[in-house]
């Protein structure tokens, strides 16, 4: 939808991603086997879990990371607005609906829906 809305180029479930100039390559897995689309950039692409393969922290790593500061940072350090644009006037439940009516047969269905729905 963003692609469409900006007027861009999309790839799909990315498995692979080559950028050459104002081009992209983008491979990506099908029922099929393997398909593989040429954008022209700029362009939107939604990567597929086996884009990347996540690395994994060693354990003396953990224990150095343990014992770093943490910085806390609050929207305001980025200059972000996080103030509510909306206003809450009111809430209020649902009314009730009446409980469905297990019918016995088509005729009986047909028959309802023309003397009381006024449908047919």
């Known amino acids: 939808m ?11 479930f990315a498995s692979k991603v080559v950028i050459d100039g104002d081009k ?11 398909q593989t689309v040429e954008l022209k950039m700029p362009a939107i692409v939604t990567a597929d879990l086996r884009l990347n393969q996540p690395r994994y922290a060693s354990l003396p790593n ?11 940072k609050s929207p305001a350090d980025y200059g ?6 909306l206003k809450v006037i009111k ?3 649902p009314g009730g609906r009446k409980a469905g009516v297990k019918l016995k047969s088509v005729a009986e269905l047909v028959d309802k829906l ?5 449908v047919l």
Do not use: F
């Open 62 to 72: 953990i224990m150095k990371a343990k014992k770093k500061p943490l910085d806390e």
């Open 80 to 85: 972000a607005d996080v103030k509510p644009r």
């Open 91 to 93: 809430t209020e439940e």
């Open 114 to 118: 023309k003397n009381e729905a006024g």
């Open 2 to 12: 963003l692609a469409a809305l900006l007027g861009w180029a999309q790839g799909t």
């Open 24 to 34: 992209a390559k983008v491979t990506r897995e099908v029922d099929g086997g393997l």
